[in-house]
């Protein structure tokens, strides 16, 4: 079965600052990995996805990640953050899952990383 | 596009009450999956409709929730009766087709507290 891990459950830095918010898979195949992030109070917003092809992807809002195979991660990371950048953000993996004779891509979720930006 | 919509945006009722959750997809996607998210289990996929028809629903905790979809513009869960341990934020999301790398866009959520 398909899990994920993001480790940290809450992390603060400085605006100004760099980030990088750790996500680790497990998956046999090759994933598709996602990111999210989650304002309070809001629904949840793509910021970035991977596939194939180039390992690192540019995303909204500034943000980036890097699929590492051998590491199994997908580390988002952002050279300096904002004040508006604090929110929760998720990790995700999907998978092609089968269900009653019908192929569909299953989210599994990281538990989630709390970002809050000191001043 | 208004993206997806949920109503309500909060829910306080009591225990052994009917709560009915609403969703209206974004126009032409034609998945819709409900998920739930609470503080001790994050977020769970609850039931997953494709053309309207539930595709997946091992997810649905137990008999007292149902989910249906009347037509590709509108869903709703139902818990009947709710009970406070079902207190969680509840997402609707809808995506344009099956696969894996189809972008689920998420709904802002219902807030939903059984007292």
């Known amino acids: 079965a398909q899990s994920v891990t993001q480790p940290d459950i809450h992390i603060t830095v400085s605006e100004g600052a760099s980030l990088e918010l750790r996500c680790n898979y497990s998956y046999g195949a090759t994933p598709y990995l996602f990111w999210y992030v989650q304002s309070p109070g809001q629904g949840l917003q793509l910021l970035l996805k991977?596939?194939?092809?180039?390992?690192l992807v540019q995303g909204i809002k500034g943000f980036e990640a890097e699929f590492k195979r051998s590491q199994s991660s997908f580390n988002l990371r952002k050279p300096s953050v904002h004040w508006s950048d604090a929110a929760e953000y998720f990790c995700a993996v999907a998978r092609d899952f089968n269900a009653g004779g019908t192929s569909y891509g299953k989210l599994t979720f990281g538990q989630g990383t709390i970002l809050t930006v000191h001043p | 596009d208004a993206g997806v919509i949920q109503s309500p945006r909060h829910e306080v009722t009591e225990m052994g009450q009917e709560v009915t959750l609403r969703c209206k997809p974004i126009?032409?996607?034609?998945?819709l999956f409900w998920y739930r998210q609470t503080m001790m289990r994050g977020l769970e996929l609850l039931i997953y409709f494709n053309n309207n028809v539930p595709i997946d629903d091992s997810g649905m905790p137990e008999d007292r929730f149902s989910a249906k979809m009347p037509n590709a513009s509108f869903s709703t869960l139902k818990i009947q009766p709710s009970e406070p341990r079902d207190s969680a934020v509840y997402f609707c999301?809808?995506?344009?087709?099956?696969?894996?790398?189809?972008?689920?866009?998420f709904g802002p959520g219902t807030r939903l507290t059984v007292l």
């Open positions: 126009s032409g996607h034609n998945s």
């Open positions: 999301a809808s995506s344009l087709g099956l696969n894996s790398y189809n972008e689920q866009f």
């Open positions: 991977y596939f194939s092809g180039d390992t």
